[in-house]
């Protein structure tokens, strides 16, 4: 069973800071593509930004700048630094990861839980 648990939402001020983490357990085999996305209340879900195994990098025009993603292949963690908060950045954000599990040879979208961001003053 492969599972994706993300950490480090919460409130902050416009303009502060905050770190992402998601990390996949379970029987993996290897990682490919992985990313967050956003969802905010009555909007469609969006893709913040990704990040291949090889480290290249992929944003939303909205982010690029304030927003940095990075990974440890070997700790199967992916990270969103999130600087410059604006209120609008206020959503649910979703880690997503390209899995492929131990004994399989294809590859499988899994998302986790979600973590709230909300940007007040």
């Known amino acids: 069973q492969v599972q994706l648990v993300e950490s480090g939402g919460g409130l902050v001020q416009p303009g502060g800071s905050l770190r992402l983490s998601c990390a996949a357990s379970?029987?993996?085999?290897?990682?490919?593509?992985m990313g967050w996305y956003r969802q905010a209340p009555g909007k469609q879900r969006e893709l913040v930004a990704t990040?291949?195994?090889?480290?290249?990098?992929n944003y939303v025009d909205s982010v690029k700048g304030r927003f940095t993603i990075s990974r440890d292949n070997a700790k199967n963690t992916v990270y969103l630094q999130m600087n410059s908060l604006k209120p609008e950045d206020t959503a649910v954000y979703y880690c997503?990861?390209?899995?492929?599990?131990?004994?399989?040879?294809?590859?499988?979208?899994?998302w986790g839980q979600g973590t709230q961001v909300t940007v007040s003053s």
């Open positions: 997503n990861a390209d899995i492929v599990a131990s004994g399989s040879y294809w590859s499988a979208g899994f």
């Open positions: 990040i291949t195994r090889g480290g290249s990098t």
């Open positions: 379970g029987s993996i085999s290897s990682i490919n593509v």
